[in-house]
Nanobody, 117 residues
Framework: QVQLVESGGGLVQAGGSLRLSCAAS??????????LGWFRQAPGKERELVAG???????SHVVSMKDRFTISRDNAKNTIYLQMTALKLEDTAVYYC?????????WGQGTQVTVSS
């Protein structure tokens, strides 16, 4: 089993920044064998991919967000981050951490990000 715990969400004004964290743990978990990612789900919308980082550390970002959002990781802490800048109202959503390896997929409980005007 793999456990994912997100933190760092909150209320922020438009144009502001937040950094989300996701700490991973579990007997079978390794930063070098799992692909990790951030997803988000806004009210009334489907969950969507924001950014990912594979076991080798290669990152990928959704094109519409890549200029504002950056995914990174700290291998020593088994933690990934999502640095979000220039936040917009439409970035309001629950942000979820995801870990996957082969057919095994794990989700965190999510952290709420609310952007106000």
């Amino acid at each position: 089993q793999v456990q994912l715990v997100e933190s760092g969400g909150g209320l922020v004004q438009a144009g502001g920044s937040l950094r989300l964290s996701c700490a991973a743990s579990g007997r079978t978990f390794s930063m070098y064998t799992f692909t990790l990612g951030w997803f988000r789900q806004a009210p009334g919308k489907e969950r969507e991919l924001v950014a990912g980082i594979d076991s080798g550390g290669t990152t990928s970002h959704v094109v519409s967000m890549k200029d504002r959002f950056t995914i990174s990781r700290d291998n020593a802490k088994n933690t990934i981050y999502l640095q979000m800048t220039a936040l917009k109202l439409e970035d309001t959503a629950v942000y979820y951490c995801n870990a996957r390896r082969h057919l095994n997929i794990y989700w965190g409980q999510g952290t709420q990000v609310t952007v106000s005007s």
